[in-house]
């Protein structure tokens, strides 16, 4: 197949195109060269429509990755006229080159935080940042072209924090500090954390593809069992070789040190890496439910523990 890979330049699409291409023709579109595939990338934006409509030419797929994620993005606009615009875009795009199938990577921040029970598929969405509400209304995009047509087929996945070497998101900078000795827990630790391995995430990608499949299919991503905070404290200081530290901050102090680092980023007009969003992040359960995934048929290549330890020796000991 010839497959275009919208925003492949990144951490999941570079990963994403090292496995489709040992049997697709692939087309990278971003608005960054790839470091790894500067060859098959044409550098667009998917806000313009007209670059989209010229690169898709003779395409049979595309795998929508592109968008604004970080919880600082400034003005906010820049969600929805990247994730939602951005959508609307790529399908229209789509239709006047004929293309009938997409694969679309939501997120799971479209559930919101602290769900009492882990949302599966048809959980009610209620998102707690811009970031959420733009994929959820991208979907909701998506949802309308596939029931305007019947030959329109699409996979959506939603997947939870996506990790692996060579990613600097949230899960890095954790691993990070704990390495660095500068780490102490806000809160109890007993929340829990959903998260994905990248070549786990891109191995179901590619057995969606070799599946075929149609109409509108629509997945959790996580990767189980699921680890605590302080499970996940626990195996990396396991690894390190070191005690794990005792002492833990108290939940409402970590938020108002969150705030004075809002305040001060406010007046530096800088982004910092403490944030009161973040820590809220970091204290809240995060669990999703994998129920469908799991029955699938897909047997991801590494367990959740397999893929922490390779992360941890790719990124501080290789």
């Known amino acids: 197949m010839n497959i275009a890979v919208v925003g492949g330049s990144g951490f999941v699409g570079t990963e994403l195109i090292s496995l489709l291409q040992k049997e697709h023709s692939i087309l990278n579109l971003d608005k960054k060269l790839s470091l790894q595939y500067d060859s098959i990338t044409r550098v667009i934006d998917v806000r313009n429509k007209d670059q989209l409509n010229d690169s898709l030419k003779g395409q049979d ?23 939602v615009g951005g959508m609307k875009n ?3 795009a789509m239709d006047l080159n004929g293309i009938k199938k997409i694969i679309f990577t939501s997120s799971v921040a479209l559930y919101g935080l602290n769900q009492k029970q882990a949302p599966d598929e048809n959980a009610i969405t209620k998102p707690f940042n811009h970031y959420g509400q733009s ?28 990790f692996g070497p060579n990613n600097r998101g949230n899960v890095y900078n954790l691993f990070k500090q704990i390495f660095s000795g500068k780490f102490l827990i806000i809160g109890s630790g007993i929340n829990q954390k959903s998260m994905a391995y990248v070549k786990n995430v891109v191995s179901f990608i590619e057995d969606r593809i070799n599946q075929n499949f149609q109409g509108f299919e629509l997945y959790n991503y996580s990767d189980k069992p699921d680890f605590s905070m302080n499970s996940l404290v626990k195996e990396i200081y396991v690894f390190k070789g070191e005690r794990i530290p005792s002492i833990k901050i108290p939940y409402g102090l970590g938020i108002l040190v969150g705030y004075m680092f809002d305040l001060l980023a406010f007046i530096l007009k800088k982004k910092l890496p403490i944030s009161s969003i973040r820590i ?3 204290c809240a359960s995060s669990i999703i439910n994998a129920d469908k995934l799991e029955g699938s048929g897909f047997i991801p290549p590494y367990s959740l523990k397999q893929a922490i330890i390779h992360t941890l020796q790719k990124e501080f000991q290789d």
């Open 135 to 162: 994929k959820l209304e991208a979907e909701k995009v998506l949802q309308q072209w596939v029931n305007r047509d019947k030959s329109h087929s699409s996979l959506v996945l939603r997947p939870t924090v996506i």
């Open 61 to 83: 797929l595309v795998v929508l990755l592109a968008a604004e994620h970080r919880d600082d993005v400034s003005p906010v606009s820049l969600y929805y006229d990247v994730n």
């Open 280 to 282: 809220k992040k970091f």
């Open 90 to 92: 790529v399908l229209n």
